[in-house]
C-alpha cells in the first residue's frame, strides 16, 4: 500500500497543474454549496425569528370598507367592529376559537412620574395579548380577567419607557402609581420592548381605556387563537364563514371581502415555509450542479492520465500485472484527490459561513415602525458538511472508475502503439 501511495505522490507531482486545477474545481464545490446554504440558513432563520414574534394559530380581524351595495345601504361605509363581533366570534365559532380577545389604541399618552415623562400609545387589551403576541415580562404580571371585569386602571409597560420613568432597574416601577395624561394608573408589570412600535405601547385593560375615553362599545380590533385548523383549506373555509358573520352584523354583503379583513397568521406561516422550501431545494440544486463541475473535472484528469500513462499500463500488463491492481491504482488516486480538496474546500466553506455570522448574522433593521432581524445565523451543520463532502468523495470515485475501467483493458501491444 506505501508503494502504491508513493507511486501516486510521484504521479501527482509530475502533473502540478494539472490536479490543482482539478483540486481547485472540487474544492469550490464543497465550498460553494455550503456558503450558499449557510446563506440560505442566514436568511431562512432571520424570516423566521420575525415570524416568531406572534402566536401561529392566531387571527387578527379589522374593519374595513365595503365595497359592494347591499340591501340599500351603498358601498364605501366604513365597518368598525364592536362587542357583538366579539360575541359572535366567541359564540358561533366556539368549535374552533379558543382564547378572544380585542384592542383599542389611544394615541398620544403621557405617563408621568414625578418630573419624568413619556410620551406612548395606551393601548386596552384583554389577558390573551401577551400569549398572542408573545409579550415577554421581566417583571410584575400582565393584564388580567379582574382587571378586565373590574375597570382597573393598571398599567404595563416596556423596560425602556420604565427607564425612563425611575433610575436604575426600570423593574422597580412595579407597583408604584404613575399618571397617564389626568389619570392615576398603578404599574403592574414590566415587559420586554421586542422592537416593534408594540415596544412603544404601554398596556392597560380593554374595558378601562374604553370607557375613560368614551368609546361606547366600539373596538380597533378582535384577537383569537384557534384550535382544529391544521390545513390550508380548513383555514381557508372559515375566514370564509367568519366573514359573513361580521359581515351580516354591519349590514354588509356576506361575499363582501374587503369589509372586513382578517390577517391569518397559520396560513402565512404555511406560505413561508413553503417559500422558505423552495430557497432550500433552489440552493441544494445549484449547489449539486456545482459538485458536478468538480467530478467532471476528477473524470477529466483521469481519462487524461490514462490516456498519458496507456504505454506505461501496456508494460505493467506485459510484465503480469493484473487488471485490479492497475484499477486500484487509477480509483486511489481519485479518491485522494477528492478527499484532500473536499475537506479544504469542507473547511474554508465553515470558516466563511462562520465570518459571515460574527459580521452579518446578528445585524437589525430599523425599518421605522419595526426592528427586524434579516440575516440570522447563516451557518450550516458540521453533519451537512461532512455528508456534502463525502458525496463528493463518492461522486469522485465513481468519476474516476470509468478512467480505471479503460486502463486496466489497456493491452500490452497498445503500448508499442502509443511510441
Same mark, same amino acid.
Given at each position: 500500500?506505501?508503494?502504491?501511495?508513493?507511486?501516486?505522490?510521484?504521479?501527482?507531482?509530475?502533473?502540478?497543474?494539472?490536479?490543482?486545477?482539478?483540486?481547485?474545481?472540487?474544492?469550490?464545490?464543497?465550498?460553494?454549496?455550503? !456558503?450558499?446554504?449557510?446563506?440560505?440558513?442566514?436568511?431562512?432563520? @432571520?424570516? /423566521?425569528?420575525? #415570524? %416568531? =414574534?406572534?402566536?401561529?394559530? +392566531?387571527?387578527?380581524?379589522?374593519?374595513?370598507?365595503?365595497?359592494?351595495?347591499?340591501?340599500?345601504?351603498?358601498?364605501?361605509?366604513?365597518?368598525?367592529?364592536?362587542?357583538?363581533?366579539?360575541?359572535?366570534?366567541?359564540?358561533?365559532?366556539?368549535?374552533? !376559537?379558543?382564547?378572544?380577545?380585542?384592542?383599542?389604541?389611544?394615541? @398620544?399618552? /403621557?405617563?408621568? #412620574? %414625578? =418630573?419624568?415623562?413619556?410620551? +406612548?400609545?395606551?393601548?386596552?387589551?384583554?389577558?390573551?395579548?401577551?400569549?398572542?403576541?408573545?409579550?415577554?415580562?421581566?417583571?410584575?404580571?400582565?393584564?388580567?380577567?379582574?382587571?378586565?371585569?373590574?375597570?382597573?386602571?393598571?398599567?404595563?409597560?416596556?423596560?425602556?419607557?420604565?427607564?425612563?420613568?425611575?433610575?436604575?432597574? @426600570?423593574?422597580?416601577?412595579?407597583?408604584?402609581?404613575?399618571?397617564?395624561?389626568?389619570?392615576?394608573?398603578?404599574?403592574?408589570?414590566?415587559?420586554?420592548?421586542?422592537?416593534?412600535?408594540?415596544?412603544?405601547?404601554?398596556?392597560?385593560?380593554?374595558?378601562?381605556?374604553?370607557?375613560?375615553?368614551?368609546?361606547?362599545?366600539?373596538?380597533?380590533?378582535?384577537?383569537?387563537?384557534?384550535?382544529?385548523?391544521?390545513?390550508?383549506?380548513?383555514?381557508?373555509?372559515?375566514?370564509?364563514?367568519?366573514?359573513?358573520?361580521?359581515?351580516?352584523?354591519?349590514?354588509?354583503?356576506?361575499?363582501?371581502?374587503?369589509?372586513?379583513?382578517?390577517?391569518?397568521?397559520?396560513?402565512?406561516?404555511?406560505?413561508?415555509?413553503?417559500?422558505?422550501?423552495?430557497?432550500?431545494?433552489?440552493?441544494?440544486?445549484?449547489?449539486?450542479?456545482?459538485?458536478?463541475?468538480?467530478?467532471?473535472?476528477?473524470?477529466?484528469?483521469?481519462?487524461?492520465?490514462?490516456?498519458?500513462?496507456?504505454?506505461?499500463?501496456?508494460?505493467?500488463?506485459?510484465?503480469?500485472?493484473?487488471?485490479?491492481?492497475?484499477?486500484?491504482?487509477?480509483?486511489?488516486?481519485?479518491?485522494?484527490?477528492?478527499?484532500?480538496?473536499?475537506?479544504?474546500?469542507?473547511?474554508?466553506?465553515?470558516?466563511?459561513?462562520?465570518?459571515?455570522?460574527?459580521?452579518?448574522?446578528?445585524?437589525?433593521?430599523?425599518?421605522?415602525?419595526?426592528?427586524?432581524?434579516?440575516?440570522?445565523?447563516?451557518?450550516?451543520?458540521?453533519?451537512?458538511?461532512?455528508?456534502?463532502?463525502?458525496?463528493?468523495?463518492?461522486?469522485?470515485?465513481?468519476?474516476?472508475?470509468?478512467?480505471?475501467?479503460?486502463?486496466?483493458?489497456?493491452?500490452?501491444?497498445?503500448?508499442?502503439?502509443?511510441?
Amino acid at each position: 500500500m506505501f508503494d502504491l501511495i508513493q507511486e501516486i505522490y510521484a504521479t501527482i507531482r509530475r502533473n502540478k497543474l494539472r490536479t490543482a486545477l482539478t483540486g481547485f474545481a472540487v474544492a469550490w464545490g464543497i465550498y460553494m454549496i455550503i !456558503v450558499l446554504l449557510g446563506a440560505g440558513n442566514g436568511l431562512i432563520n @432571520g424570516v /423566521t425569528n420575525n #415570524m %416568531g =414574534d406572534f402566536l401561529a394559530n +392566531s387571527m387578527s380581524v379589522f374593519g374595513g370598507t365595503t365595497s359592494k351595495p347591499y340591501n340599500g345601504l351603498k358601498e364605501g361605509r366604513d365597518i368598525t367592529l364592536d362587542d357583538g363581533d366579539i360575541g359572535t366570534t366567541r359564540q358561533r365559532f366556539s368549535e374552533n !376559537v379558543e382564547t378572544v380577545g380585542a384592542e383599542m389604541q389611544q394615541a @398620544g399618552a /403621557t405617563i408621568t #412620574m %414625578g =418630573d419624568n415623562y413619556v410620551s +406612548s400609545s395606551l393601548c386596552g387589551v384583554y389577558p390573551n395579548e401577551a400569549t398572542i403576541n408573545k409579550l415577554h415580562m421581566l417583571a410584575g404580571r400582565f393584564i388580567n380577567d379582574i382587571d378586565l371585569g373590574q375597570q382597573r386602571k393598571v398599567l404595563v409597560i416596556s423596560d425602556e419607557q420604565a427607564k425612563e420613568l425611575i433610575a436604575g432597574d @426600570g423593574t422597580a416601577l412595579v407597583g408604584k402609581v404613575v399618571k397617564v395624561d389626568d389619570f392615576a394608573f398603578r404599574v403592574v408589570g414590566v415587559m420586554k420592548r421586542d422592537g416593534s412600535t408594540m415596544g412603544t405601547d404601554a398596556y392597560t385593560s380593554f374595558t378601562t381605556l374604553r370607557t375613560m375615553y368614551g368609546r361606547g362599545n366600539k373596538a380597533d380590533r378582535i384577537l383569537f387563537s384557534f384550535r382544529g385548523l391544521t390545513s390550508e383549506q380548513a383555514n381557508t373555509e372559515f375566514e370564509t364563514q367568519y366573514k359573513a358573520a361580521i359581515n351580516r352584523n354591519h349590514g354588509a354583503s356576506p361575499d363582501d371581502e374587503e369589509a372586513v379583513w382578517v390577517w391569518n397568521r397559520f396560513t402565512q406561516n404555511l406560505q413561508m415555509n413553503m417559500g422558505m422550501s423552495m430557497i432550500r431545494l433552489a440552493l441544494w440544486i445549484i449547489g449539486i450542479f456545482t459538485l458536478l463541475s468538480g467530478v467532471v473535472g476528477v473524470s477529466n484528469i483521469m481519462l487524461i492520465s490514462v490516456k498519458e500513462r496507456t504505454r506505461e499500463f501496456g508494460i505493467r500488463k506485459a510484465i503480469g500485472a493484473k487488471p485490479a491492481s492497475i484499477l486500484r491504482l487509477i480509483v486511489v488516486e481519485s479518491v485522494i484527490i477528492t478527499t484532500f480538496f473536499g475537506y479544504v474546500g469542507m473547511l474554508l466553506g465553515i470558516a466563511t459561513t462562520q465570518y459571515m455570522d460574527a459580521t452579518l448574522g446578528h445585524e437589525v433593521t430599523d425599518l421605522g415602525f419595526a426592528k427586524i432581524t434579516t440575516f440570522l445565523n447563516p451557518t450550516v451543520g458540521i453533519d451537512v458538511c461532512v455528508e456534502a463532502t463525502l458525496l463528493m468523495v463518492v461522486a469522485g470515485t465513481i468519476a474516476g472508475l470509468f478512467p480505471a475501467i479503460r486502463a486496466a483493458r489497456t493491452r500490452p501491444i497498445e503500448a508499442l502503439r502509443a511510441e
